[in-house]
């Protein structure tokens, strides 16, 4: 599963590495491509995304290049050192959503974003799928997404929650905000 977000106006901080303050996710309904070419509309309920074992798998999640294609699309102990470009810390719920602080390490995926590129991130993650439909803020919906665990979280080219998202530095210049609104 893959949620995702975008980037604007990242800063560097003193050392070289980029950092931001992330919105990540927020309660909504999503719609996910199946293999079998039909998209099945899932809820994160507030009362499944926010709970305390959502954020424990979001501090230190590893920061990646676009989603790992082997391993089942996850960064795992044996492949780690070939997909880590950065990390997530300090994972917390803010106005209804999941925000965290990103510092990504690699000069090669820091040029990307810092050129324009790979701005979007996307949450890497596994769900418990209930097949139970119903209603959210008004919308339908075919399921819960329930036991969220976040493995990674992806620089990618494009996301599917458009360019709302972006990045306004703060008077410190300490970190960025990412702002989203879906």
Do not use: C, W
Not at 10 to 20: H, V
Not at 62 to 73: Q, Y
Not at 105 to 110: A, E, G, T, V
Request: aromatic share 8%; glycine share 8%.
């Amino acid at each position: 599963r893959f949620d995702k977000a975008s980037l604007s106006e990242p800063f560097l901080g003193e050392d070289g590495f980029l950092k931001a303050k992330v919105k990540l996710t927020k309660p909504g309904i999503y719609p996910y491509l199946l293999s079998n070419g039909i998209v099945r509309k899932e809820v994160k309920l507030p009362e499944e995304l926010f709970k305390e074992s959502v954020l424990t798998s979001l501090n230190g999640a590893p920061v990646t290049e676009d989603h790992p294609v082997l391993e089942g699309g996850f960064v795992k102990s044996k492949n780690y050192s070939k997909l880590v470009r950065g990390v997530i810390t300090n994972p917390r719920i803010e106005d209804n959503f999941i925000v965290a602080d990103e510092t990504i390490f690699d000069q090669s995926l820091i040029d990307l974003v810092m050129q324009g590129e790979k701005r979007e991130v996307s949450i890497g993650f596994k769900s418990a799928i209930d097949l139970v439909s119903g209603e959210f803020n008004g919308d339908r919906f075919d399921a819960i997404q329930r036991s969220i665990e976040v493995n990674h979280v992806a620089h990618v080219n494009k996301g599917n929650a458009g360019k709302e998202a972006r990045i306004i530095l703060d008077s410190n210049f300490n970190y960025g905000i990412l702002q989203r609104s879906d």
